[in-house]
């Protein structure tokens, strides 16, 4: 909570004339019943003064009130106006910061988070830290000091029935800190019990096909209704519990005014004295219940930005190592390499072997088997365990970051386009020139569908590229990985989507207009690696088979498994 | 005062678009009827208990009278009138408040339902054909509003229409006067409210749109993390995300800045009042105009507090009711969807299927003009493979369509065992086939309910009989809980190819005659693909099976391979034949061994 508050810290001149401001304004209307007593009691019951006296004072105090009514206007709307500049400047920053840390974590510390986890605390939780700030600079601050600002005047009136007044005010904190305290854990459970309805509707959504040709419509129904039954009496749980706050306040505050009246008639006070007192009631009341709704908002905001402070407390310091170099002839060079995700056991196992600048890798092998593994330790996502790993004769962890990867073009799998126009997503920031991005357009064969949308290359791909084929996404991948024409071209699994013939027409333009990149191509197919100068066969984080496809066919007996299984038993010797 | 929930997600509809008032209240009266005595009830408890609420400061005002009197027993007297009184009053307040919140319970449960259960008959295309995101927005969010309207915002309007009159009547019976007052301060405070809502208004929606845009920004960016590092564009990305970041807060805070003064103004307008009352109070009390006393002052004042106060109330809770009524219309034009058509009169049961499909000189386009199988005809006897063979998007799930009845064909004609199945029932034509999809569909319930899915006669053993046979038994008795074991999003780790296993031996027990295989397994490894196929090899057996191919080398021996191409069936028969043909399709089958 600290550090998100530090944020404010900018702001502070800020903050603290809008508090100032918000201050005046409060006393202001504290003072309206104080004038409101003379009025009544010093002037118009007043048997002293004489007529003339009378109205000159009822009209100096009815302008006094006047006063203080127009400096809480411009006092409030002053400081509210503060309030929201520092507010938002400070969210804004906030964001800022988060966002850069998000963009800068490393692929550890994202699986770490989660990225499910990292969307909600950048969106919503930098909601809630918004709200919380803002609400409390802007109740927060004149609730407390209305409460406190009246019954100090209260007491400069009256003390007995300013202690009246005193029993009041905890009692009906108490009652609505009660009330709240108790709903929130049912208010959580509301929130559960809405996602599984919301988990329900989306399984009825996506699986409606299942679902129609099972004839199992009305069998869903049942369910679903068992869910919005238990939904709903949890809900009215809630409601229940909820609508007893403002009636008990009202009631407590109501016998306060009753016993008022009766201990001021006994101690015989004047009819203004407790006309004056009714006021602060009111005043007291409302503050109190501003005080509630910001104690909810409250809980929530600080648990918001406890879960953004862990992510901006990540390390995202860059080391750059001093490692032994390698064989400069070689591009790429893995030696000894281990590695595990969780530190317990390898994902990786002894990994050997090296490339020539220009040749072609292809990776072979079930899920699971560590291919993208590869991948993501060449391009040093994660570091090795064991082992070295160079790129030009250089260990990769001796390379800035950002100089390592300006080396690669690279297609994950299930990789992403943006909400944004076919050619930004080629280019993704570089600033390509025109022709890089249609040369990688052709290569990637993906001239054909690109020409057919409206606007070419303008054209405005959807959220998540929704109105894409898979296809089509794949192949827009793929020339953002060329588009740079990169030394080191990664294509990991991202032809799968492709037909055979779009497959082929795609290997022969990397070939041809791509020859001095050297790639790794990571792949389910036989088809997309079999043409490689050298093939890895992966299983379970072991190379159970290196080398070229005509070899592996005889030596690699998973490999001509894979084979068969994929070309046709009979095929061999046609 | 529950706090409302706020759906930033939510960036639909944020157009100021016309709403059709008419047709959500005939629909709202409709789900409210059966509340009516209820209604009355909640009405009559509120009306009551704000009354004697009323009653409570005229009551102040005789006992403060006797205050200057000294008047002992009757401050007394006055006193526990008044303790009685307000009693009363938060007891009748705090039924009706639970009585609404019951109401507006039943009303959503049986929303949630009408709307599920309308979604529920919905063809496929209406699916096809929308985010499931609005539609879950609909259900979720959309009713909530309404809900939360009905709770809340009805009570307050209510009490509030109540308070106004009552206080008006009682302050006429103190100081007709007086009133005089608020011929200067309501239209001024109505005047202002009424300003400030116009001038807001556009302002948050504009605040919603921009933080929806930013919030969508980061789900993608954050998605593609790892891409954004590899390209080293980190840079770049920031800088675009400062823009939508001040965008959203500047858009925020002028929403704000003029949100927020409507707080203030209306505590001048208030203050305003009270300052105007006390002058002329204290100034008629002086010149003994009308009698006054100054209990009949205090009197005064605390009912115009009460009389104020709810104007405001009222005005702010205009804006509310509009987006509830935004929001029941959404869920009403749900409703409204025209469910699938249903069955032709006297629609047979298909039943005892044998499984010869007969399909003639077919027709059919998704959107009219647009016609994406022309002229189709297909003949397959009992126990035969076609294969569907074509690029994506060249229309292979569209015969699946349409076998399926999901869409019904513009011309020609499907017969199942000679019968033409539009005179047949929807469900028995459904239940004919069994679909192996490439989108494994699973639900959060464990291993035996997913397969069972919701057929209450499976027993254990058949559940397992099948698991053996789809090669997953093993898998599943490794799980924590075996076949109890909870299926989540998160929970339990498996992987594609074993969900995939698990929809296999769901359709193996359901037994149907002919079975549509969408033969998937582009993300699968070779090694559970081959499982996979193993079993799939078993569940074929005897039946006719449609077979969406991926791969040729597992068509080569079916008894028919139709070729598509841009929607259109541009080939049809087996390998052999059609390898001969040295068509289309032999163009496919040697791309895959191409060299470079």
Redesign the interface.
Same mark, same amino acid.
């Given at each position: 909570m600290t550090k998100t508050l530090g944020y404010l810290k900018p702001y502070g001149g800020t903050v603290v004339l809008g508090l100032a401001l918000k201050f005046v304004?409060a006393v202001a209307?504290l003072f309206?019943p104080l004038? /409101?007593e003379w009025?009544?009691d010093d002037?118009?019951?007043n048997p002293l003064l004489s007529?003339s006296d *009378?109205?000159k004072w009822? /009209?100096v /105090?009815?302008g006094l009130?006047?006063v203080?009514?127009?400096l809480?206007?411009v006092g &409030?709307?002053i400081a509210?106006?503060l309030? !929201?500049?520092s507010s938002? @400047?400070m969210? =804004?920053d906030l964001?800022?910061d988060l966002? @850069?840390k998000?963009?800068?974590?490393?692929?550890k510390q994202?699986d770490g988070f989660g990225?499910p986890s990292?969307?909600s605390r /950048?969106?919503?939780d930098s909601?809630y830290v918004?709200q919380m700030v803002?609400r409390t600079l802007?109740l927060g601050v004149r609730a407390p000091i209305l409460i406190t600002g009246g019954l100090i005047l209260a007491f400069t009136q009256d003390v007995i029935l300013a202690c009246v007044l005193l029993a009041c005010v905890p009692l009906v904190g108490i009652t609505i800190f009660l009330i709240t305290k108790r709903?929130i854990p049912i208010?959580f459970e509301v929130q559960r019990k809405?996602d599984v309805?919301?988990? @329900?509707?989306?399984?009825?959504?996506?699986?409606?096909?299942?679902? *129609?040709?099972?004839?199992?419509?009305?069998?869903? !129904?049942e369910k679903?209704?068992d869910v919005?039954?238990d939904?709903?009496?949890t809900?009215?749980k809630?409601?229940?519990l909820?609508?007893?706050?403002?009636?008990?306040a009202?009631?407590i505050l &109501?016998?306060g005014?009753?016993v008022l009246?009766?201990v001021?008639?006994?101690c015989? &006070?004047?009819?203004?004295t407790?006309?004056a007192f009714?006021?602060f009631f !009111?005043i007291i009341l409302n503050a109190m219940?501003a005080l509630?709704?910001i104690f909810?908002?409250i809980s929530r905001g600080s648990a918001s930005a406890s879960r953004i402070e862990s992510v901006l407390e990540a390390d995202t310091e860059e080391k750059v190592g001093n490692f032994p170099d390698g064989d400069a002839s070689k591009k790429i060079e893995f030696r000894g390499v281990s590695f595990s995700y969780n530190g317990v056991e390898n994902n990786l196992r002894n990994l050997n072997f090296s490339l020539y600048s220009g040749q072609t890798l292809g990776i072979i092998?079930?899920?699971?088997?560590g291919k993208s593994t590869v991948i993501n330790l060449l391009?040093r996502?994660y570091d090795v365990g064991e082992g070295q790993i160079f790129v030009d004769g250089k260990d990769v962890r001796n390379y800035p970051?950002?100089e390592l990867?300006?080396k690669?073009g690279?297609a994950?799998q299930n990789?992403?386009l943006?909400?944004a126009s076919v050619k930004e997503n080629v280019d993704?920031?570089?600033n390509l020139s025109e022709e890089q991005i249609n040369k990688a357009v052709d290569c990637a064969q993906a001239r054909e569908f690109v020409d057919g949308l409206d606007g070419g290359l303008e054209f405005d791909l959807a959220?998540?590229a929704?109105n894409l084929?898979?296809?089509q996404k794949q192949r827009l991948l793929i020339a953002r990985a060329l588009a740079a024409s990169p030394e080191i071209l990664i294509l990991d699994?991202s032809s799968?989507?492709l037909?055979?013939?779009?497959?082929?027409a795609l290997?022969?333009a990397l070939?041809r207009e791509y020859a001095s990149s050297t790639k790794v191509i990571v792949a389910?197919?036989i088809?997309s690696v079999r =043409?490689a100068d050298l093939i890895l066969v992966l299983d379970d984080g072991d190379v159970i088979g290196a080398g070229k496809h005509e070899d592996l066919i005889d030596s690699c007996a998973e490999y001509a498994?894979?084979y068969s299984?994929?070309?046709?038993a009979e @095929?061999e010797g046609? | 005062?529950?706090?409302r929930r706020i759906n930033?997600?939510d960036t639909r509809n944020l157009e100021r678009r016309k709403v059709d008032k008419k047709f959500v209240l005939k629909n709202l009266f409709s789900y409210l009827k059966p509340y009516i005595p209820m209604l009355a009830l909640v009405f009559a408890a509120n009306i009551l208990g704000t009354v004697s609420?009323l009653v409570?400061p005229w009551l102040?005002g005789l006992?403060?009278?006797? $205050?200057?009197e000294?008047d002992?027993g009757a401050?007394?007297f006055?006193?526990a009138l008044?303790?009685a009184l307000?009693?009363v009053?938060?007891?009748l307040?705090?039924l009706s408040?639970?009585g609404m919140?019951?109401i507006?319970?039943?009303t959503?449960?049986k929303m949630?339902?009408d709307v599920?259960?309308s979604?529920?008959?919905l063809p496929?295309s209406y699916?096809d054909n929308r #985010?499931?995101g609005d539609?879950?927005s609909v259900?979720?969010y959309d009713i909530d509003t309404v809900?939360e309207s009905l709770?809340n915002d009805v009570i307050i309007v209510l009490k509030s229409s109540v308070m106004i009159v009552g206080s008006l009547v009682m302050m006429l019976i103190i100081a007709p006067v007086l009133v005089l007052v608020f011929v200067v301060t309501v239209p001024l405070s109505v005047i202002m409210t009424r300003f400030i809502v116009r001038r807001v208004q556009p302002l948050f929606r504009k605040r919603s749109r921009k933080?929806g845009e930013?919030?969508?920004y980061?789900?993608?960016?954050?998605? %593609?993390?790892?891409?954004?590092?590899?390209?080293?564009?980190?840079e770049?990305?920031?800088s675009?995300?400062?823009v939508k970041?001040?965008e959203a807060?500047n858009a925020?805070?002028r929403a704000?800045?003029f949100g927020? $003064?409507s %707080? +203030?103004?209306v505590?001048?307008v208030n203050?305003?009042s009270?300052?105007?009352v006390?002058?002329f %109070?204290?100034?008629l009390?002086?010149?003994s105009v009308g009698g006054m006393t +100054?209990?009949q $002052?205090?009197s005064f004042?605390?009912y115009s507090?009460k009389f104020s106060g709810p104007i405001n109330e009222i005005a702010n809770i205009m804006g509310e009711f509009q987006s509830a009524i935004a929001a029941a219309e959404r869920v009403f034009r749900v409703l409204e969807e025209p469910p699938e058509p249903a069955d032709a009169e006297g629609a047979e049961e298909l039943t005892d299927v044998r499984g010869d499909v007969h399909i003639e000189h077919l027709n059919f386009g998704y959107t009219e003009g647009k016609t994406v199988i022309k002229d189709f005809s297909l003949d397959v006897k009992k126990g035969q493979v076609i294969a569907i063979v074509g690029?994506?998007?060249a229309g292979k799930t569209t015969i699946i369509n349409l076998l399926?009845r999901?869409y019904d064909p513009c011309g020609g004609s499907i017969e199942i065992d000679g019968k033409d199945v539009a005179n047949l029932t929807r469900?028995s034509v459904?239940?004919a086939?069994?679909?192996v999809?490439q989108?494994t569909?699973l639900?959060?319930g464990t291993v035996f309910e997913n397969i069972a899915?919701?057929n209450t006669g499976v027993s254990k053993e058949d559940v397992i009989r099948v698991c053996k046979a789809a090669k997953i038994h093993s898998f599943i008795t490794k799980l924590p809980q075996g076949y109890d074991t909870v299926l989540t999003d998160n929970a339990v780790n498996i992987?594609? %190819?074993q969900k995939q296993l698990l929809t296999i031996a769901r359709a193996m027990l359901?037994d149907s005659p002919m079975l549509i295989l969408d033969e998937a397994t582009?993300?699968?490894?070779?090694?559970?693909? #081959?499982i996979i196929?193993e079993a799939m090899k078993n569940l074929m057996k005897g039946r006719t099976c449609f077979v969406i191919a991926h791969?040729?080398?597992t068509i080569?021996h079916a008894d028919n391979i139709l070729v598509m191409r841009d929607g259109n069936v541009v080939e049809q028969g087996t390998h052999d034949r059609l390898m001969a043909a040295n068509g289309y399709y032999s163009?496919?089958y040697y791309? #895959?061994?191409?060299?470079?």
């Open positions: 304004g209307e309206l004038l /409101l009025i009544i002037v118009a019951a007529d *009378k109205l009822t /009209l /105090l009815g009130m006047l203080c009514a127009v809480a206007l &409030n709307i509210n106006r309030t !929201v500049k938002g @400047r969210t =804004h964001r800022y966002f @850069r998000t963009c800068y974590l490393d692929s994202v990225v990292l969307i /950048l969106t919503s909601y918004n803002a802007r709903s208010y809405q309805m919301v988990r @329900r509707t989306q399984e009825n959504v996506t699986g409606v096909r299942v679902i *129609k040709a099972l004839s199992k419509s009305e069998y869903e !129904v679903f209704e919005t039954r939904l709903a009496a809900e009215f809630a409601n229940k909820m609508s007893l706050s403002n009636p008990l009202t009631l &109501n016998l005014l009753v009246i009766v001021g008639a006994v015989g &006070n004047t009819p203004g407790v006309l009714l006021q !009111v219940i509630s709704k909810v908002v092998g079930a899920t699971g088997s391009m996502f970051i950002a990867r300006r690669f690279v994950f990789d992403f943006m909400a993704y920031g570089r959220q998540k929704n084929s898979g296809g699994d799968s989507a037909d055979y013939a779009t497959d082929a290997r022969k070939a389910q197919r088809s =043409h498994l894979i299984t994929q070309m046709g @095929r046609a | 005062m529950a706090v930033i997600k609420n409570g102040c006992a403060i009278d006797e $205050i200057a000294a002992f401050i007394g006055y006193a008044l303790v307000y009693a009053s938060a007891l307040e705090y408040a639970v919140a019951y507006s319970r039943g959503v449960k949630r339902n599920f259960r979604l529920s008959a496929v699916f #985010q499931a539609i879950i259900l979720s809900g709770a933080l930013l919030n969508g980061v789900e993608e960016i954050t998605t %593609g993390q790892k891409t954004t590092r590899a390209y080293n564009c980190e770049k990305i920031i675009d995300f400062e970041n001040e807060i925020y805070s704000e800045y927020t $003064i %707080g +203030p103004c505590g001048l203050n305003l009270l300052t105007l006390s002058v %109070g204290a100034l009390y002086m010149f +100054p209990g $002052i205090s004042i605390l507090r690029h994506t998007g399926m999901f469900s459904r239940r086939f069994t679909m999809l989108d569909w639900f959060a899915y919701g992987s594609k %190819g359901l582009s993300n699968v490894d070779t090694r559970t693909e #081959q196929q791969r040729l080398s080569r163009e496919l791309s #895959q061994f191409e060299t470079t």
